[in-house]
């Protein structure tokens, strides 16, 4: 079946550090690739996507490369601010063919210290 | 616009209890969907529709009742509600099917005693 695995949280980081989040997928064809934002009381929030392999999503400072041969879509920021702490989602797609429904990773906590 | 809308944002319902969270939005959006938001399992998808009258079944739909009389609204029923129903439930609506992005409303925390 179709899945997504996030590297397991909750991530701690000081205000200005790189961060990385893994995400590898596994998928019975060609998926959508996003990574949606959770802050704290609110609902999921689009931060970016690519739709095919090598495309690269960016939104905010955030970078992600949708990885085919390694079936990843790691999340990237140079440099994080607190107001980044939140709960992030990685997440595919798999069109019509699975119902549009979007299959989601377990989350990341991200929280950042100033 | 106000995108996507939930009522009510919290809820508290004893067991065997039925209720209605309701779901709208205003960009004339034709998928919209139901997920269910639990600890340490991402969101799981209840129920979607892709177009007024149309409905099928997600990942999780036991317990769960849903119709699509028209294009801005899609609520979501609990015949009788079980306390393994405690959740946070999230609407989402996107234009199309496929890789089109879903905007997601700001959720309904139920909990069932």
């Known amino acids: 079946g179709n899945s997504v695995t996030q590297m397991e949280g909750p991530v701690t980081l000081s205000e200005e550090a790189f961060l990385t989040i893994n995400c590898t997928y596994t998928a019975t064809g060609y998926p959508s690739l996003f990574w949606y934002v959770q802050y704290p009381g609110e609902g999921l929030q689009l931060l970016l996507k690519?739709?095919?392999?090598?495309d690269k999503g960016s939104n905010k400072g955030f970078e992600a490369t949708y990885r085919k041969e390694t079936t990843s879509f790691h999340l990237e920021k140079g440099s994080v601010q607190v107001s980044d702490s939140a709960v992030y989602f990685c997440?595919?797609?798999?069109?019509?063919?699975?119902?549009?429904?979007?299959?989601f990773g377990e989350g990341t906590q991200l929280t950042v210290n100033p | 616009n106000a995108g996507v809308t939930q009522t009510p944002k919290f809820q508290v319902l004893k067991t065997g209890q039925s209720m209605t969270l309701q779901c709208a939005q205003d960009?004339?959006?034709?998928?919209m969907s139901w997920y269910r938001q639990d600890p340490g399992m991402g969101l799981r998808l209840i129920h979607y529709?892709?177009?007024?009258?149309?409905?099928d079944q997600g990942e999780v739909p036991n317990g769960y009742n849903v119709s699509r009389s028209t294009t801005e609204d899609f609520p979501l029923r609990l015949l009788s509600a079980a306390p393994s129903q405690t959740s946070v439930y999230f609407c989402?609506?996107?234009?199309?099917?496929?890789?089109?992005?879903?905007?997601f409303g700001p959720g309904t925390r139920l909990t069932v005693l």
């Open positions: 960009m004339n959006h034709e998928y």
């Open positions: 989402a609506s996107s234009y199309r099917t496929g890789g089109d992005t879903q905007y």
């Open positions: 529709s892709v177009g007024a009258g149309i409905t």
């Open positions: 997440a595919l797609n798999l069109g019509e063919t699975s119902g549009s429904r979007l299959t």
């Open positions: 690519a739709t095919k392999a090598d």
